[in-house]
């Protein structure tokens, strides 16, 4: 490992230290506001001056989840009391709870596309990088132009097609139609980076794995891949974030059984008035699984976008 | 441990030849160099006996089994990289008892070898270490032990002192031979460097251009080189070349440089055309009645013997002298070559005629 051979000045540390909690504060100031609005009264999320102190709720979250329906006072009144708190804030608002709403469904299909399609996609493109990266392939550079390719114009240019093209072969609305459009489009990348950090890795490690007696594919798996970890992880983490977020090819493809939390958040909107807290709650749940994975592969991100920057 | 036979072996990748047609025997047991300068196809040779490369055509015989199609792992070879070729993510014990694991050895085996090799190698106390801090010469241990658990038939070493430093190169080239000499197994080893080929090898094979030049022990290849690009490629400074035109014939114990005549030993072939007189600076002398004459250009003190630059008709030529003897620049000196040591050349095959003294050498290849 080499070092930058002059000490930075406490001074620039400084400036530097202020740069960076500067650019953090303006970058946290929106999601800490969804947050915190996912915590507030509806009354209280569109209240003018916005308020920054405020009496916690869990109502918006409480209507993420339910689908409720709006009674008479006589009604109301007439009911046993409530056996639970949210049925408890449900009622302070004149309603009840109708049912459980599609937001778990929803979420659960979120993690099934975008986890299945990025496990898919750095599956693929690591064997592929391999590929490209260590045999004699004919017409190698054309080919990883070609793979380039997919991503030459913004992939929703073709929406029509795919739409079609998935209406006819019965892919749309499944999760196994979302994962393949995901892939197809995340391949290019795994290729590309893996290919990247598989050419870093010395050849004569392989060859002492064979010399050694194992096969080629042994020496892949036991030699190759923990040395590729960090570039796994990192082009793990970028295919999530592509898959998770995606919004639009979700909204066109997707209405029932497949649908993502993308698409299905902004519909919460509609249901009894501007429900912003639910919105908020429903954002922020939405960014835990993201942020867990990319803290769990932290220390492999910052390793492999900073991967030949440095000599070893 | 084993005798191994190539016999035309031949490495094509795409248009370009790597290896061409080569062939020479490695003796049970010998410690064999293959030397040359960089791309000259003796890594590729050396990975081809090893399995890391398929040849394109020809035969490797290990121990009288034709071998050259044959996976690495069916070869029973160890290998030593240049860069050692540590697996990074394991421990020192890890590495050297990886070839063991995949033979499905029993783990007290596998302990019990382990001991005894890194013992060999006094890498006892560093077993636990990760391969990332070693020192060089450690690195260098723990490849060495790698390779010699397992007992392979022989070994094959691509420059594996290249990445050590040049104080730390001697004495790992020493260690390196003492451990050949204890375990008797037949090394095959490469590298560009001519000196470290002559003080280690029992035998040494010259390529270029894809070709091997000659093949024989370190004093008949200095003495007595087949071609032009052996005598300048083994020794410092390298063979002097006097280019002269006219002919010799058989029987021929003389040539005419520039009016003088200079013994040469007895010529068994006919030859005319351009023709190369070639000398070893240390068997130059100077006389002061010598009638061949050059001019001293410069002269070089390396302590015991000094290099002295010197034109003449035929030429720029260095001598190696002891260094008692005061030359000054621009001194003109008589020349005396020793006879019995003077190769002729053709120019332009850069072949070596045939004489007396290396009429053997030629015969064999």
């Avoid at chain 1, 507030?40 to 999320?45: E, I």
């Avoid at chain 1, 918006?60 to 409720?68: D, M, P």
């Avoid at chain 2, 030849?17 to 590729?44: N, R, Y």
């Avoid at chain 2, 000499?181 to 080893?189: G, H, L, P």
Wanted: glycine letters at 8%; hydrophobic letters at 45%; a negative charge.
């Amino acid at each position: 490992m080499s070092y930058s051979v002059t000490e930075s000045s406490s001074r620039q540390k400084w400036i530097a230290g202020t740069l960076v909690i500067l650019y953090a504060v303006i970058t946290l100031v929106p999601l800490g506001w969804i947050m915190i609005t996912g915590f507030k009264t509806p009354p209280d999320s569109i209240s003018y001056p916005p308020k920054v102190f405020f009496e916690p709720s869990v109502e918006g979250y409480v209507n993420l989840f339910t689908t409720r329906t709006r009674v008479s006072k006589e009604t109301l009144e007439s009911l046993p009391p409530p056996t639970n708190f949210a049925e408890e804030i449900v009622r302070n608002r004149e309603m009840v709870i109708a049912g459980p709403s599609k937001f778990g469904q929803r979420f659960m299909n979120s993690v099934i596309i975008g986890f299945g399609s990025t496990f898919l996609s750095v599956f693929l493109g690591t064997l592929a990088a391999y590929a490209f990266s260590r045999f004699k392939i004919p017409l190698a550079d054309d080919l990883l132009f070609f793979i380039l390719s997919t991503r030459m114009m913004p992939p929703i240019a073709v929406a029509i097609p795919i739409f079609l093209m998935y209406r006819n072969l019965g892919l749309s609305d499944t999760h196994l139609g979302m994962i393949l459009l995901y892939t197809a489009v995340n391949i290019s990348l795994a290729v590309w980076l893996l290919k990247g950090f598989i050419d870093e890795i010395p050849r004569e490690y392989e060859d002492a794995a064979l010399i050694d007696g194992y096969t080629r594919f042994q020496a892949f798996y036991k030699v190759v891949l923990p040395q590729a970890a960090t570039g796994i992880a990192s082009t793990a983490i970028f295919c999530l974030i592509f898959s998770w977020n995606e919004y639009a090819f979700a909204v066109l493809l997707t209405s029932g059984t497949a649908q993502t939390a993308p698409p299905f958040i902004p519909t919460i909107i509609g249901v009894g008035g501007l429900d912003w807290p639910a919105v908020a709650a429903g954002a922020t749940l939405f960014l835990i699984p993201v942020m867990i994975f990319t803290i769990m592969l932290r220390k492999h991100l910052l390793r492999g976008i900073t991967f030949g920057a440095v000599r070893k | 441990m084993a005798q191994i036979i190539i016999k035309n072996l031949r490495k094509d990748f795409g248009d370009f030849t790597a290896v061409k047609e080569s062939s020479f025997t490695i003796e049970d047991g010998e410690f064999f160099m293959l030397l040359g300068p960089s791309g000259c196809g003796k890594t590729t040779t050396l990975r081809m006996i090893a399995g890391l490369e398929l040849p394109t055509s020809g035969e490797i015989y290990l121990d009288g089994e034709e071998i050259s199609q044959r996976p690495p792992s069916q070869r029973d070879i160890a290998f030593v990289f240049q860069m050692f070729a540590l697996y990074p993510h394991m421990n020192v014990r890890k590495n050297i008892q990886y070839p063991l694991v995949s033979q499905g050895m029993q783990r007290a085996d596998i302990k019990a070898k382990v001991a005894e090799v890194s013992n060999i190698l006094g890498i006892t106390d560093i077993l636990d270490r990760p391969t990332g801090g070693l020192s060089g010469g450690d690195r260098q241990r723990v490849a060495l032990a790698r390779a010699i658990v397992r007992d392979p038939k022989a070994f094959m070493m691509d420059e594996p002192l290249g990445a050590l430093d040049a104080e730390f190169r001697e004495h790992m080239s020493e260690e390196l031979r003492v451990l050949h000499d204890r375990m008797k197994a037949t090394t095959v080893y490469v590298t560009h460097d001519q000196l470290e080929a002559m003080q280690m090898g029992d035998k040494i094979v010259v390529m270029n251009n894809a070709v091997v030049e000659q093949f024989g022990e370190p004093q008949e290849i200095y003495d007595k080189p087949v071609t032009m690009f052996v005598a300048d490629f083994i020794g410092s400074p390298s063979m002097n070349f006097l280019r002269f035109e006219g002919g010799v014939q058989k029987g021929d114990n003389s040539v005419t440089l520039s009016g003088v005549n200079l013994a040469v030993p007895k010529q068994l072939q006919d030859i005319q055309g351009d023709l190369v007189f070639g000398v070893r600076p240390e068997h130059i002398s100077f006389t002061d009645d010598g009638t061949y004459r050059g001019l001293v250009l410069a002269v070089e003190y390396l302590g015991t013997t000094q290099i002295v630059t010197l034109d003449t008709p035929n030429g720029d030529l260095k001598a190696r002298l002891n260094s008692s003897q005061v030359i000054n620049v621009g001194d003109r000196v008589g020349l005396n070559f020793n006879p019995a040591t003077i190769t002729l050349f053709h120019e332009q095959s850069g072949r070596a005629i045939v004489s007396e003294l290396n009429s053997g050498v030629l015969a064999n290849g």
